[in-house]
């Protein structure tokens, strides 16, 4: 992970632990008892059937959405994380996330990059969008994308800021066999360098979890 | 505050790139103006009516259109992304500078066209000036914390003027009379409580919805 | 059998208290002078008190919204639906009293007069408060929105209440209380008119914030 001026590396050791976490809504309650800790280099596969609670759970680990019960611990180092600033640490790749449909693919990636603080060159964001196979479509807006571009987009986007935790929700969907193939290799260098948690009922994914996480059970 | 203003520039160019919040303010203003220049003919009227009818159409057009920053992001869904990626109060100033900027922009077209159409003598432009741009601070001010407000409730668009109007009517109230003067012709000093109101609304109203706003923007 | 809202000890004398207040203003103190319709003034003893109580009633849901904010503690949030609901009920009952009040000492029922013009304002933020809950599903963001909107309408509320009518020319009598404009009987009533009133107040406010949380029990054991 970068330091927020653009600077030299500096190393993330984050580590997220879950304690008893549950989550209901009003009187439907989705589920409960959920622990799992995960330290860099580590993956957890979500799995469950529709409606188990899978995408709420990564909304959580996020930041976004607060527990009814349980705790979410991001630790870098000794220190433990605030809540506030859990979503520097997060990047996300959801379904429910839409980018700005009347800018382009580099404007919105130059905005995303502005409003978190950091300092991407032009050349940089290029670059991100040809490690997720969008290198021609930098001027393209991206309302014209079709679904497996957008969901090409939703990887640049995540990977913008390098988080030391990456969330994935259902992340080969939409994607073509290229697209596919980019997906585990970002979920490959995630694994090297972070945390990965993947929500997703794909079999083929199962497998990628050092730990697995079946809701709704 | 320069991710304020990266969110107001954004918010600028998808503005600038489909028109929807200028086009519906210019055309309801340029339909209201139409409508009171008929309604009163070749009448003359007293600066404080001509005042009063200014700042009404100034604010059915804000509560047309001061919404939008925040059901556009909600309702195309990258509320999302914009929570994940910017802290709330950078959130809420770039759309605040947004809001003061778009009915600036449409009061600086509107009142000249009006007055015109109102055949009104303006006795002292620049304090006129003045109270139109307090008094749009003040408009935007509490418009865009109700916005923000009703884009996470169910109904949206059309709470927005009820929850809104309450609010700002110390707004109308003050503009109008500042405006009154102004019109007249008397001296800055005359208009001074009105003016002070108008400004002091201005910095309470962002000064408390900058210390709220993430308790409506945060799940 | 545990009593809600006030203790027996308290009803009585409120109960009391308020029917000597209602003996007094009818025939305990003689008609005053300086209005229109003297005996029409006894009206204020109902009127002024009802439309403190309905300022104290926002006042008391800001106050709570604030707590709620800062704890998240349901509780809080009870009781700022309780104030409110008291505030809304005492603002129409002083529009009402005050119309009425108007019609005969000023001519009119309305006049745009600045603290007619601020309780209708006031009534119309209640009338906010509630449609903006109304919209919310989720019970704790309708709380959190609910709490902002009472905040965020403090000011603008102060400042028609109590700024305005001083600011510009008003048909009300201005800080009569105070210089002493009135006769000592008159005070005597008009300030036991406010506290029997308050009591009232306290009374209905006590049953509806015990309402509130039978109700959030209910859901919790309905949820398990």
Not at chain 2, 146 to 163: T, Y
Not at chain 2, 183 to 199: M, Q, T
Not at chain 3, 205 to 224: F, I, P, Q, T
Request: aromatic share 8%; with cysteine; net charge positive.
């Amino acid at each position: 992970m970068r330091s927020p001026d653009g600077g030299p590396e500096v190393p993330a050791e984050v580590f997220l632990a879950v304690r008893d976490l549950a989550k209901s809504f009003g009187r439907l309650g989705l589920f409960r008892g959920v622990s799992f800790e995960l330290s860099p280099g580590e993956a957890l596969v979500v799995t469950g059937r529709n409606g188990s609670g899978k995408s709420t759970l990564v909304r959580i680990l996020c930041g976004l959405l607060r527990p009814t019960r349980g705790s979410i611990e991001y630790r870098v180092g000794e220190r433990l994380v605030p809540g506030r600033d859990v979503k520097r640490l997060v990047g996300l790749v959801s379904p429910d996330l839409v980018l700005y449909e009347e800018l382009t693919l580099l404007e919105n990636l130059r905005f995303f990059a502005r409003v978190r603080g950091l300092r991407r060159s032009d050349m940089e964001l290029q670059t991100l969008l040809t490690q997720v196979g969008l290198e021609s479509e930098g001027a393209r807006r991206a309302g014209t994308l079709s679904t497996g571009m957008r969901q090409r987009l939703r990887f640049a986007h995540a990977l913008l800021h390098e988080p030391p935790v990456l969330l994935l929700d259902e992340p080969t969907a939409n994607l073509d066999d290229a697209g596919v193939a980019m997906a585990r290799a970002c979920m490959a260098r995630q694994r090297s360098r972070g945390i990965l948690v993947v929500a997703t009922n794909n079999r083929e994914e199962l497998e990628l979890g050092d730990q697995i996480l079946r809701l709704g059970g | 505050m320069a991710e304020a203003g990266a969110v107001f520039l954004k918010d600028l160019q998808q503005e600038l790139r489909n028109r929807y919040a200028l086009n519906a303010m210019a055309l309801f203003a340029i339909t209201t103006l139409v409508v009171v220049g008929f309604a009163v003919g070749s009448q003359a009227l007293p600066a404080s009516v001509v005042a009063a009818l200014l700042w009404v159409v100034l604010l059915f057009t804000a509560v047309a259109s001061l919404s939008r920053v925040f059901l556009r992001e909600e309702e195309t869904g990258t509320a999302l992304a914009l929570r994940l990626a910017v802290e709330p109060e950078h959130v809420y100033l770039g759309k605040l500078l947004f809001n003061v900027v778009l009915l600036g922009a449409m009061a600086l077209v509107v009142a000249p066209l009006f007055l015109a159409v109102m055949q009104a003598r303006v006795g002292n432009p620049g304090l006129l000036a003045l109270v139109l741009l307090l008094g749009c601070i003040g408009l935007a001010a509490a418009s865009t914390i109700v916005a923000a407000i009703i884009a996470r409730a169910a109904a949206r668009g059309a709470l927005f003027g009820g929850l809104a109007f309450p609010l700002l009517l110390p707004v109308l109230i003050a503009a109008t009379g500042g405006t009154t003067r102004a019109l007249e012709g008397a001296p800055l000093g005359a208009a001074w409580a009105e003016l002070r109101l108008l400004l002091s609304f201005g910095v309470v109203m962002i000064t408390a919805s900058l210390l709220l706003f993430e308790h409506v923007w945060n799940e | 059998m545990e009593r809600i809202g006030l203790s027996t000890g308290w009803r009585i004398v409120c109960g009391a208290w308020m029917a000597g207040v209602i003996a007094a203003a009818f025939i305990g103190v003689g008609p005053a002078a300086g209005f229109r319709e003297p005996e029409a003034a006894r009206i204020l003893f109902f009127h002024v008190p009802v439309a403190w109580l309905a300022v104290l009633g926002f006042l008391g849901a800001t106050f709570h919204a604030v707590r709620y904010l800062r704890r998240r503690n349901p509780a809080a949030d009870i009781r700022a639906v309780a104030s409110a609901e008291m505030g809304f009920l005492f603002c129409v009952l002083a529009t009402l009293s005050g119309a009425l009040f108007a019609r005969v000492q000023w001519g009119a029922a309305w006049n745009w007069d600045p603290r007619q013009t601020s309780i209708v304002a006031l009534l119309l933020v209640y009338a906010a408060y509630f449609t903006l809950r109304s919209a919310v599903a989720e019970p704790e963001r309708r709380a959190a929105l609910s709490a902002v909107y009472a905040i965020v309408a403090t000011l603008p509320m102060l400042f028609l209440v109590f700024i305005l009518p001083r600011v510009v020319e008003s048909l009300h009598p201005a800080d009569t209380v105070r210089s002493g404009g009135m006769s000592p009987d008159y005070r005597v009533v008009f300030f036991a008119a406010l506290g029997a009133f308050t009591l009232l107040y306290l009374w209905i406010y006590r049953l509806r914030v015990a309402v509130g949380e039978l109700e959030r029990v209910a859901c919790r054991h309905s949820m398990k």
